[in-house]
């Protein structure tokens, strides 16, 4: 049978432009009505232009455009050869494209994708590389071929080629198919009008939906409903958002599905579609996920899509886990959850109800046209980054596949669920790691069930359990209290530490010389050597840790010993020039440590930071933070598996590390710990002759 050959240059330029979005933005909308001769297409054009849903469409038979496109109308076209015929059915739909692009109109038209005679091997595509161009949807009457048999049969008034049943439904699996794959190829989206629906009820429904998504933006309709489900008595402070399919538990619904209404005709040889899909040009762009709504729309009735959605939750048994965490969630006023999917919302939505959370718990998602949305996982990154900068929340995400890295990334915090080797993402490893080597992503995995293999190694992917007490604080703690109250708090893995002695009375006593304006010079360096050699002793110790080595005793044996875990292996930066007397005084107490000055960020050099384990960032003030995050930023692209990064400073200022800032956003990203004599509210930044580092070196009068 013939199929359309299409040049590969503008196959490829065109899907490179669909996962992009331009294609739908270029285009007017424009949704061509194939099916064989007798399908009713004609019929179906006449009903639809009295239907006052769809006053901004326009009409047409392709017929009817290719008779005012050629002199001497249908007749003259008949007596052309198909190279002439071929232009001149590509003039008409460029024509019509660009009639409806001024006029601002959309159009449904009637069309013909092949025209095959029963005695011929082949049939003849009729169909050109314009009408793909042009059309932004393809819907196909999937009439049973008997019915067709029977219509052509009783209609006098045309004249058509004899055919048999049997090859008019070889006619029409050949078209569905090929249309099928084209439009994929061309970012055109394809649907089938079932048989056992009506076909006008179907394909009205089916146009309105196209216009407006044409619209609509699909963004802001996702966030409007999140919002929606945030809502409650008490603000929010803290937002889980999670992923459903092999997240939730470790069942993919989609697949269930398609399982499910196939399965049985086809075995186990039978193949996803989805999976055909995605893999197609479309990607997992958004026209790729609308496809799949389609193909969802296509399969069952809305009664028939939901009752099979209620038998699939109630086979999918949520990790007792997640079960555990949404209660406790459940029990906090100002958590809250979300669960964002690009699968299938009613079968999660029910296992949610029947998991007793649907009354608090809502799913985002798409599957049927009455969804409305469509997430991506584009959508996902833009609705945490949404919830965290515009609403000013704070984000835990959870996700288990390559979709959901670009949500992990936007978070401030992140869980990765690694499941059962069999059943998970085989191209998350390979994600995860370039997400972790190049774009500096810190997350944390979760084994669900327990018994799972871990996902890359524990260092580069820490593990952790959802029921370890120090998580749960993490997620129920209101986010007004932005510090912790002690060093023993710092050390649990990624998690944000912010450890301070500024209501101690040894703060008070090491802060008065460095806050006395007569000090300044050797004596100001002095004080300062002394803070920082408080500061590692009393908090670098706790966060970094302590190591037991061997040391001679005075009687002559062996004892144990004690000195920073990773001492030798340790690097000391001196933000210069505040930065250097601190810097002396941490080296004086981790003497075995390298220390190394640092104008800039590029003075740090591979050397510094190549076997280390520890590197220690020094400042003497920290005020908006943007130096030490350019450092922060340096270190970490240097090297990716420090054991410890840890910021030190005599003063910070409160507002460089509440939530919501950069400073703090890049802290909890990398795992970097902050370590100060104390923290200010006030806003106060030294210059010239009040610049800590003119006063630690006499230079004031240079100022």
């Given at each position: 049978?013939?199929?359309?050959?299409?040049?590969?240059?503008?196959?490829?330029?065109?899907?490179?432009?669909?996962?992009?979005?331009?294609?739908?933005?270029?285009?007017?909308?424009?949704?061509?009505?194939?099916?064989?001769?007798?399908?009713?297409?004609?019929?179906?054009?006449?009903?639809?232009?009295?239907?006052?849903?769809?006053?901004?469409?326009?009409?047409?038979?392709?017929?009817?455009?290719?008779?005012?496109?050629?002199?001497?109308?249908?007749?003259?076209?008949?007596?052309?050869?198909?190279?002439?015929?071929?232009?001149?059915?590509?003039?008409?739909?460029?024509?019509?494209?660009?009639?409806?692009?001024?006029?601002?109109?959309?159009?449904?038209?009637?069309?013909?994708?092949?025209?095959?005679?029963?005695?011929?091997?082949?049939?003849?595509?009729?169909?050109?590389?314009?009408?793909?161009?042009?059309y932004t949807h393809i819907i196909y009457l999937d009439i049973p071929a008997p019915a067709i048999l029977e219509r052509r049969q009783g209609d006098?008034?045309?004249?058509?080629?004899?055919?048999?049943?049997?090859?008019?439904?070889?006619?029409?699996?050949?078209?569905?198919?090929?249309?099928?794959?084209?439009?994929?190829?061309?970012?055109?989206?394809?649907?089938?009008?079932?048989?056992?629906?009506?076909?006008?009820?179907?394909?009205?429904?089916?146009?309105?939906?196209?216009?407006?998504?044409?619209?609509?933006?699909?963004?802001?309709?996702?966030?409007?409903?999140?919002?929606?489900?945030?809502?409650?008595?008490?603000?929010?402070?803290?937002?889980?958002?999670?992923?459903?399919?092999?997240?939730?538990?470790?069942?993919?619904?989609?697949?269930?599905?398609?399982?499910?209404?196939?399965?049985?005709?086809?075995?186990?040889?039978?193949?996803?579609?989805?999976?055909?899909?995605?893999?197609?040009?479309?990607?997992?762009?958004?026209?790729?996920?609308?496809?799949?709504?389609?193909?969802?729309?296509?399969?069952?009735?809305?009664?028939?899509?939901?009752?099979?959605?209620?038998?699939?939750?109630?086979?999918?048994?949520?990790?007792?886990?997640?079960?555990?965490?949404?209660?406790?969630?459940?029990?906090?006023?100002?958590?809250?959850?979300?669960?964002?999917?690009?699968?299938?919302?009613?079968?999660?939505?029910?296992?949610?109800?029947?998991?007793?959370?649907?009354?608090?718990?809502?799913?985002?998602?798409?599957?049927?046209?009455?969804?409305?949305?469509?997430?991506?996982?584009?959508?996902?990154?833009?609705?945490?980054?949404?919830?965290?900068?515009?609403?000013?929340?704070?984000?835990?995400?959870?996700?288990?596949?390559?979709?959901?890295?670009?949500?992990?990334?936007?978070?401030?915090?992140?869980?990765?669920?690694?499941?059962?080797?069999?059943?998970?993402?085989?191209?998350?490893?390979?994600?995860?790691?370039?997400?972790?080597?190049?774009?500096?992503?810190?997350?944390?995995?979760?084994?669900?069930?327990?018994?799972?293999?871990?996902?890359?190694?524990?260092?580069?992917?820490?593990?952790?359990?959802?029921?370890?007490?120090?998580?749960?604080?993490?997620?129920?703690?209101?986010?007004?209290?932005?510090?912790?109250?002690?060093?023993?708090?710092?050390?649990?893995?990624?998690?944000?530490a912010m450890v301070h002695a500024t209501h101690t009375s040894a703060a008070k006593l090491l802060m008065s010389p460095t806050r006395d304006a007569?000090?300044?010079?050797?004596?100001?360096?002095?004080?300062?050597?002394?803070?920082?050699?408080?500061?590692?002793?009393?908090?670098?110790?706790?966060?970094?840790?302590?190591?037991?080595?061997?040391?001679?005793?005075?009687?002559?044996?062996?004892?144990?010993?004690?000195?920073?875990?990773?001492?030798?292996?340790?690097?000391?930066?001196?933000?210069?020039?505040?930065?250097?007397?601190?810097?002396?005084?941490?080296?004086?107490?981790?003497?075995?440590?390298?220390?190394?000055?640092?104008?800039?960020?590029?003075?740090?050099?591979?050397?510094?930071?190549?076997?280390?384990?520890?590197?220690?960032?020094?400042?003497s003030v920290v005020n908006s933070g943007k130096s030490i995050m350019n450092f922060i930023h340096h270190v970490t692209l240097l090297k990716k598996?420090?054991?410890?990064?840890?910021?030190?400073?005599?003063?910070?200022?409160?507002?460089?590390?509440?939530?919501?800032?950069?400073?703090?956003?890049?802290?909890?990203?990398?795992?970097?710990?902050?370590?100060?004599?104390?923290?200010?509210?006030?806003?106060?930044?030294?210059?010239?002759?009040?610049?800590?580092?003119?006063?630690?070196?006499?230079?004031?009068?240079?100022?």
């Open positions: 049978m013939a199929t359309l050959t299409l040049p590969h240059a503008s196959s490829s330029s065109l899907a490179a432009e669909v996962k992009s979005g331009r294609v739908r933005e270029q285009k007017p909308l424009v949704i061509g009505l194939y099916g064989l001769p007798g399908s009713g297409k004609s019929t179906l054009i006449n009903q639809m232009k009295f239907e006052h849903e769809l006053k901004n469409f326009d009409f047409y038979e392709g017929s009817e455009l290719i008779s005012t496109t050629v002199p001497g109308g249908l007749t003259a076209f008949a007596r052309l050869d198909e190279k002439e015929k071929r232009s001149v059915r590509e003039r008409a739909i460029a024509s019509l494209a660009e009639d409806c692009l001024a006029r601002k109109r959309a159009a449904l038209v009637a069309g013909h994708y092949m025209f095959w005679p029963e005695e011929d091997l082949k049939g003849n595509v009729v169909a050109t590389t314009s009408d793909f161009h042009v006098v008034n045309r004249h058509r080629l004899t055919a048999s049943a049997a090859h008019l439904h070889q006619w029409q699996r050949a078209e569905i198919y090929q249309l099928r794959d084209l439009c994929r190829q061309h970012g055109v989206l394809f649907s089938v009008v079932p048989q056992h629906t009506d076909p006008f009820a179907f394909i009205l429904k089916l146009a309105r939906h196209f216009e407006q998504t044409n619209a609509r933006c699909n963004l802001g309709l996702v966030l409007n409903k999140v919002k929606a489900a945030l809502i409650s008595q008490e603000r929010a402070e803290t937002v889980l958002v999670v992923d459903a399919d092999k997240t939730l538990a470790g069942e993919d619904g989609g697949y269930m599905f398609w399982q499910a209404l196939n399965g049985s005709s086809h075995g186990v040889s039978y193949s996803c579609p989805l999976t055909s899909l995605f893999s197609s040009p479309l990607g997992y762009s958004e026209a790729a996920f609308r496809q799949a709504t389609l193909l969802y729309e296509e399969s069952a009735s809305e009664k028939e899509f939901e009752a099979l959605c209620d038998k699939l939750a109630s086979s999918i048994t949520m990790h007792p886990e997640f079960i555990a965490l949404f209660q406790l969630v459940c029990g906090h006023k100002h958590l809250r959850v979300v669960v964002l999917t690009c699968g299938i919302r009613c079968i999660w939505q029910m296992v949610l109800d029947k998991a007793g959370f649907g009354h608090m718990i809502k799913v985002i998602g798409g599957g049927r046209i009455a969804d409305e949305v469509v997430v991506t996982s584009k959508i996902k990154a833009e609705v945490v980054s949404s919830l965290r900068e515009q609403t000013g929340l704070y984000v835990w995400a959870f996700g288990d596949s390559p979709l959901d890295l670009p949500m992990l990334e936007a978070a401030n915090r992140s869980i990765v669920v690694s499941g059962d080797v069999q059943n998970r993402s085989r191209s998350m490893d390979d994600a995860l790691r370039d997400a972790i080597d190049t774009r500096g992503l810190c997350s944390l995995q979760v084994l669900l069930p327990p018994h799972a293999t871990p996902r890359l190694d524990t260092r580069k992917l820490p593990l952790i359990e959802l029921s370890d007490p120090n998580f749960v604080a993490a997620i129920v703690r209101r986010r007004n209290s932005e510090t912790l109250a002690s060093a023993t708090k710092a050390a649990w893995t990624c998690d944000w007569s000090v300044a010079g050797p004596r100001l360096r002095k004080a300062h050597e002394e803070v920082g050699k408080f500061l590692a002793l009393q908090f670098l110790s706790e966060v970094v840790g302590i190591e037991e080595f061997n040391v001679p005793h005075v009687q002559g044996h062996q004892i144990a010993g004690f000195r920073l875990a990773n001492e030798s292996q340790t690097t000391i930066v001196a933000l210069m020039r505040g930065g250097e007397p601190m810097a002396f005084g941490i080296n004086e107490a981790f003497p075995r440590a390298m220390l190394v000055h640092a104008y800039c960020p590029e003075d740090i050099k591979l050397h510094h930071v190549g076997n280390q384990k520890n590197v220690i960032l020094v400042d598996d420090l054991t410890n990064i840890v910021a030190v400073a005599g003063v910070v200022q409160e507002e460089a590390v509440a939530d919501g800032h950069a400073l703090r956003a890049m802290m909890e990203q990398h795992r970097v710990k902050m370590v100060a004599l104390r923290v200010s509210s006030n806003k106060f930044t030294g210059t010239k002759t009040t610049d800590t580092g003119n006063r630690l070196f006499n230079t004031t009068h240079l100022a």
